[in-house]
């Protein structure tokens, strides 16, 4: 049986789409946008909605019920005006006000200019003021966060540790860990390509502004044609999910827009004009542009795999309690 990782040790992932955050087996994922809170009907309150400081709903609560919605497709994350809550509400339901280490990552071609932004925000966060959070129908908690360390890594980088690194932050895949491996990291936005060469970050890694996003663009002006409306672009993860709007079957229009999106992946990708070993493809629409994708060794990863390898380079970096 697997040890548990270390008390002190939480990992969130700020996405465009969805915040995704874990501390052992305690999980928080909900969508990257928060509203403004109106009064709610006891039964439409659900087991995972989430309350921050009385005055937003937060992930789908907000989806469902705020009229008025704050959704960010600003690419420095750290000054987005909804990063702030949504951190604090992943990291405090996680941890209340007990003392924590973090790891938490930044696209790769944003790494070293958004660096000190990400980590002014994080001293900021441990320094504010105590907070309440809700979730559910339970009571608020008062929260003042307590971060002791933290790691900020490119993204991309927690899908090659969640494939190469065991549990206790060791090399389990030796072999392959010595090859050159890219990471496809697909995000709602942006789309990280992370070369290894022996571990090495490679100095060709990049980030394109190529996410889902755009096939969500492209689907929504399918659907315009098709049924003469669509849903808003924050919106659109229900319908892609079910495969249905508007008693509409949306299935081969949405295997359309991610086939356009897959095409234009392969050819940044053999823009790279090198020649990897293997291909680790992750993000929460992965598995809409695998298939496509004409790469040798591929790997699909799910939505979860970049949290799990920020935990592995956590317990990596300061081992576990």
Do not use: C
Request: hydrophobic letters at 40%; aromatic letters at 12%.
């Amino acid at each position: 049986m697997s040890l548990q990782l270390a008390d002190d040790l939480s990992v969130i992932d700020l996405g465009f789409s969805y915040t995704k955050a874990k501390k052992g087996k305690k999980f928080y994922l909900q969508p990257s946008i928060s509203g403004e809170t109106q009064p709610l009907f006891d039964q439409n309150i659900k087991s995972n909605d989430f309350f921050y400081n009385e005055e937003l709903f937060i992930g789908d609560l907000a989806l469902r019920h705020s009229e008025i919605k704050y959704f960010t497709l600003k690419d420095n994350k750290s000054e987005a005006m909804t990063s702030e809550a949504l951190l604090k509400t992943g990291l405090g339901y996680l941890n209340k006000s007990k003392p924590f280490n973090i790891v938490t990552g930044l696209p790769v071609s944003f790494y070293f200019n958004q660096l000190s932004d990400m980590e002014n925000m994080l001293n900021s966060i441990a320094d504010s003021n105590k907070y309440v959070i809700k979730k559910g129908k339970g009571n608020y908690s008062e929260i003042k966060l307590n971060i002791n360390k933290y790691k900020i890594v490119p993204q991309g980088y927690g899908v090659a540790m969640d494939y190469l690194l065991n549990p206790e932050g060791k090399i389990e895949k030796g072999y392959i860990a010595k090859k050159k491996i890219l990471v496809i990291d697909l995000g709602f936005y942006t789309l990280n390509l992370l070369g290894l060469d022996k571990l090495e970050i490679m100095k060709e890694s990049t980030s394109i502004l190529l996410g889902v996003e755009k096939a969500y663009r492209l689907l929504r002006k399918y659907l315009q044609e098709a049924i003469g409306k669509a849903p808003n672009i924050y919106e659109m993860d229900q319908y892609v999910i079910r495969g249905v709007y508007e008693e509409f079957n949306i299935k081969p229009l949405i295997s359309k827009a991610f086939r356009s999106l897959a095409m234009q992946i392969q050819n940044e990708v053999d823009g790279l004009n090198i020649n990897f070993d293997y291909y680790l493809i992750g993000g929460g629409a992965a598995h809409q542009v695998f298939d496509n994708l004409n790469f040798k060794n591929k790997i699909l990863f799910d939505q979860l795999a970049q949290i799990r390898g920020y935990e592995k380079v956590g317990v990596r970096l300061w081992g576990r309690t």
